[in-house]
Nanobody, 121 residues
Framework: QVQLVESGGGLVQPGGSLRLSCAAS????????MGWYRQAPGKERELVAS???????NYEDSVKGRFTISRDYAKNTVYLQMNSLKPEDTAVYYC???????????????WGQGTQVTVSS
């Protein structure tokens, strides 16, 4: 059994900051990509940022320079530091990980439960 547990969402004023955390646990052999997606009202889910196990980073254009993704390999945890938040960042944020489980034959995608981020004055 593999689980991703997210935390850190909340209500913040424009220009404020939040730090999201996502910890993977269970029968994990290894994790390749970890990332953050978000889904805003009326929009499809989109990739915000990702980090591959070789350290390569990827960011959606609108968050470049404001968000930072990082990973603690020993804790199987990925973080998203969000600064200079805008109302347009309001969404449910979902953690995603590409995980090879013990006894498995391939990598599979796992998703966190989602955490609400609301940016409003």
């Amino acid at each position: 059994q593999v689980q991703l547990v997210e935390s850190g969402g909340g209500l913040v004023q424009p220009g404020g900051s939040l730090r999201l955390s996502c910890a993977a646990s269970g029968n994990i052999l290894r994790i390749n990509v970890m990332g953050w997606y978000r889904q805003a009202p009326g929009k499809e889910r989109e990739l915000v940022a990702s980090i591959i196990n070789n350290g390569k980073l990827n960011y959606e254009d609108s968050v470049k320079g404001r968000f930072t993704i990082s990973r603690d390999y020993a804790k199987n945890t990925v973080y998203l530091q969000m600064n200079s938040l805008k109302p347009e960042d309001t969404a449910v944020y979902y953690c995603n990980a590409d995980i090879f489980a013990y006894g498995g034959t391939e990598y599979n995608d796992y998703w966190g439960q989602g955490t609400q981020v609301t940016v409003s004055s």
